[in-house]
């Protein structure tokens, strides 16, 4: 009842308002090329016939809520999912390399953080390159990285999966700085009077202590992951994946399959932050932490 | 009465100054100090007097710039090497991930003990402090007297013969205090450690310790060293007695002498 109360009547209130809004959006948006048809055509459409016509034109500049919905629904459970036009099939090939890219992202980022922490020369060099990195539009790096590992003979998987890591090692890197440095004093006092070695504060104090802001930054470095994982689909001429049925899409003005498949990346980036979540909770309790 | 035993910790002429932005600050100045083994020391000052400094310089976690210290006749750091004492901090300090024997298994674990000799240390040091049972609890289920009882436990698990403790109770209740103040006189008893320890409450000082050593600010020096003429034997109704008051008044005289009631 109170999770109902909570959060439920405030989520779906929302979005019953966002799908209202979209809707006159979809009539508004679609009216000027449908009149023109009626024109072309001599009919003249009472009100609602119109309104009806600019909500299922084939190709529209914005379809309606209940047209990605059919598309979203057949494209999803009533194609088979070895068909490349099954969003799951395509959500899979994004994920895949999703899924190795924030692999590699965290690994790296905790290497980086763990290097910053204790090097204070790496503190001093490494973090404004870091920084800068991300100022660097993806879009613009994205080829780049495709067409430099093809020269050297790596395709496939792991140049996409790249540009992943590129985009999810600065949460991770950022977020586990801030957490192996943040023991308090006193507990550093404490490894110092029990004359502990470097490696032993690290692993009994550090580390334990870092874990919740490691998963905080994991939740943001996955979402990262599959924005690069499709943006580094969309310049590499790829067949297959979330971010080639987007380009596909707008090559031939499917627009009900590109907000078809955006909505499948939505599904899966929401997924993604959840499993992450779940995860850090999972391990949160079994940590002793204190049931919120 | 101490000048038989041979001195835990000596110092003389010891200083200490910081460099902060402000210019240097002289924390303490011209410490002179022995305490003997088995000794309950008490420092005892308003605050800025330098007795957790003093106490910090005692367990290397500050460097004196003046004067010489020993700590069972090494360095402070050598002594710190040698794990020749166990710390109390003014916060429980307990690490929330670990329960409380996991807690009191870490200074075992840093030192390499084997796993029997680590079960064997945490109950004897769980049912020293009166915890036995809530081995397996975390820190957040358990109340603040509780908690600091658990570091007591960590800080004897450790086995050093010298216990340091900062203002170990100053967070607690008065009630929960008297208790912890009995409990830790019967442990110094039974066990026989010497134990320093820094406080701001003159019946706290008083009640528990062999010697009281008085502190007065800006600069930290000692202003008095009062020796006690109570028993070791100290039930807490000794506090009412004519001989506890002109101890206590003892201090408060050392401590208006030191102006530490001026602003």
Not at chain 2, 41 to 60: E, H, Q, Y
Not at chain 2, 225 to 241: C, F, G, V, Y
């Amino acid at each position: 009842m109170d999770s109902f109360r909570s959060k439920i009547i405030p989520v779906t209130t929302i979005l019953v308002g966002v799908v209202a809004i979209w809707y006159v959006f979809a009539v508004i948006l679609n009216a000027p090329f449908q009149r023109d048809l009626d024109q072309r055509a001599n009919e003249t459409p009472g009100a609602v016939e119109f309104i009806g016509k600019t909500l299922s034109q084939p190709k529209p500049t914005l379809p309606a809520p209940h047209q990605v919905a059919v598309n979203f629904f057949q494209n999803t459970f009533l194609r088979s999912v070895t068909s490349n036009r099954s969003l799951i099939y395509n959500a899979w090939v994004t994920l895949s390399s999703t899924l190795l890219g924030f692999a590699f992202g965290t690994a790296l980022g905790i290497v980086i953080a763990v290097g910053i922490v204790h090097v204070a020369t790496l503190d001093c060099s490494l973090m404004p390159w870091i920084i800068a990195s991300q100022t660097i539009p993806i879009l613009a790096v994205a080829p780049m990285i495709i067409v430099v590992l093809a020269a050297i003979g790596i395709t496939g998987l792991i140049p996409k999966a790249l540009i992943s890591t590129y985009l999810s090692f600065f949460p991770v890197a950022v977020g586990m700085v801030k957490g192996l440095r943040s023991p308090e004093l006193m507990h550093l006092d404490l490894m110092h009077t029990y004359n502990a070695s470097a490696s032993q504060t690290f692993w009994k104090l550090r580390v334990p202590a870092s874990v919740p802001f490691l998963f905080t930054s994991m939740k943001v470095a996955v979402a990262a992951s599959l924005v690069g994982a499709i943006v580094g689909e969309l310049p590499t001429g790829a067949v297959a994946g979330i971010g080639a049925k987007l380009l596909a899409g707008a090559y031939y003005s499917q627009s009900i399959d590109i907000w078809s498949a955006l909505v499948a990346g939505s599904v899966v980036a929401a997924l993604l932050v959840m499993v992450v979540g779940i995860a850090g909770r999972l391990v949160d309790r079994a940590m002793g932490g204190r049931p919120a | 009465m101490s000048g038989q035993s041979p001195a835990v910790v000596s110092a003389s002429k010891l200083g200490l100054t910081f460099q902060t932005n402000d210019g240097p600050v002289q924390a303490l100045s011209n410490v002179d100090l022995t305490i003997g083994k088995g000794e309950f020391v008490s420092f005892i000052g308003p605050s800025g007097c330098g007795k957790t400094t003093l106490l910090r310089v005692i367990a290397d976690l500050e460097k004196p710039t003046a004067g010489a210290i020993s700590v069972n006749g090494m360095t402070p750091e050598q002594a710190r090497e040698s794990r020749a004492y166990g710390y109390v901090f003014q916060a429980a300090a307990l690490f929330p991930w670990r329960t409380i024997e996991r807690n009191v298994a870490l200074p075992l674990e840093i030192i390499g003990l084997s796993k029997a000799e680590q079960a064997d240390r945490i109950k004897r040091t769980m049912e020293l402090v009166n915890l036995s049972g809530f081995e397996k609890k975390y820190p957040w289920q358990l109340s603040g007297g509780m908690q600091q009882r658990a570091s007591i436990a960590r800080a004897l698990a450790f086995d050093a013969d010298l216990l340091l403790m900062d203002e170990p109770f100053g967070a607690l209740d008065e009630i929960v205090r008297d208790h912890l103040n009995e409990q830790l006189l019967s442990l110094w008893d039974r066990t026989n450690k010497t134990i320093c320890f820094v406080t701001h409450s003159i019946p706290e000082a008083v009640y528990l310790s062999t010697r009281i050593v008085v502190m007065s600010p800006r600069p930290g020096r000692v202003t008095d060293i009062i020796e006690s003429t109570l028993s070791r034997k100290r039930p807490l109704d000794i506090r009412e007695t004519p001989e506890f008051l002109a101890i206590a008044a003892r201090v408060r005289d050392g401590l208006r002498a030191g102006h530490s009631y001026e602003d």
